[in-house]
């Protein structure tokens, strides 16, 4: 299985451009997990 590692950087307004998608990738990442797909 591929394995990845990922990083990045902030914008100044990071905290008001990421609210609307926040919950949505926090529920994906939690179901990744559970699945055994994404590994922390």
């Given at each position: 299985?591929p394995k990845?590692?990922m990083?990045?950087?902030?914008?100044?307004?990071?905290?008001?451009?990421?609210?609307?998608?926040?919950?949505?990738?926090l529920?994906g990442?939690?179901?990744?997990?559970?699945s055994?797909?994404?590994?922390?």
């Open positions: 299985m990845y590692v990083w990045g950087t902030y914008c100044a307004d990071v905290l008001e451009l990421r609210t609307p998608y926040r919950q949505a990738h529920d990442l939690a179901a990744q997990k559970e055994g797909v994404l590994i922390t």
